[in-house]
Each structure stands twice: as C-alpha cells, then as structure tokens.
C-alpha cells in the first residue's frame, strides 16, 4: 500500500510539472507608436555632406545642412510621413518605414525619391 501511495505520488508529482509547462511563453510585443519613434535627430550624407533632419514632438522640423535650415511642418500616422510647408501650406505625402531597431528611417515620397535616414545617437556624458 505504501508503495502505490509513493507511485501515485510521483504520479501527481510528474502531472503537476508536465502542465505547468502548457503556458504560452510567446512574448506579445507592443507596438510603437510611429510619432514617439520619429522624434530626435536623424540625417544623411549627400555629396559628402551631412543633412540633418530633426523631427520635434509638435510636429515641426528642421533640415540643416551646411549654415542654412530650413523649418517646415510634417504629419504622420500608421503608413504615411507628409511634409507641409507652413507658407503656403503644399504638402509632399510618402510612405515611411523604420529599421534596424528604429535607427533607419526610409522616406519614398510621391515624386518618386528614396531617403535612408540614421537616427543621430547622443551622447552619453
């Protein structure tokens, strides 16, 4: 009688961590919200020139390149990144795209041009 009280037991034992084991592990990841991503420092090299894009949260940026900036205003949702221009209010609508950890944003605006823009890391002090 001992024997089978040991038995059933391990039995149960055995059971119990057999269906502990049952629970999903799959992370859910979160998804990120595209203005939270956006915001910061980005550029790109053309002609061997460094062009800066900053992207700030209230929807305004700044590209610099050598001593000229330029400020205008952007737009952007789940699948679009507009450009405005506060003069006369012209947009130039594209599709956007983050990469590599949300360090690469790729621009392909309705004319037709790509740009691949690095995210600027700042500086630990």
Request: charged fraction near 20%.
């Amino acid at each position: 009688m001992k024997k089978q009280l040991i038995i059933i037991g391990i039995v149960a034992i055995l059971v119990a961590i057999g269906l502990s084991g049952c629970t999903s592990t799959e992370k859910t990841t979160e998804k990120k919200n595209p203005e939270d991503i956006i915001i910061g420092t980005w550029y790109y090299e053309a002609d061997s020139e460094k062009v800066n894009f900053i992207f700030y949260e209230n929807h305004s940026m700044c590209v610099s390149y050598g001593s000229q900036s330029i400020w205008t205003e952007y737009e952007i949702t789940e699948d679009s990144l507009t450009f405005i221009n506060p003069a006369d209010g012209q947009t130039a609508p594209g599709e956007y795209s983050f990469s590599d950890n949300d360090n690469t944003l790729t621009i392909i605006t309705d004319f037709s041009s790509t740009l691949i823009l690095t995210r600027q890391q700042e500086m630990k002090l």
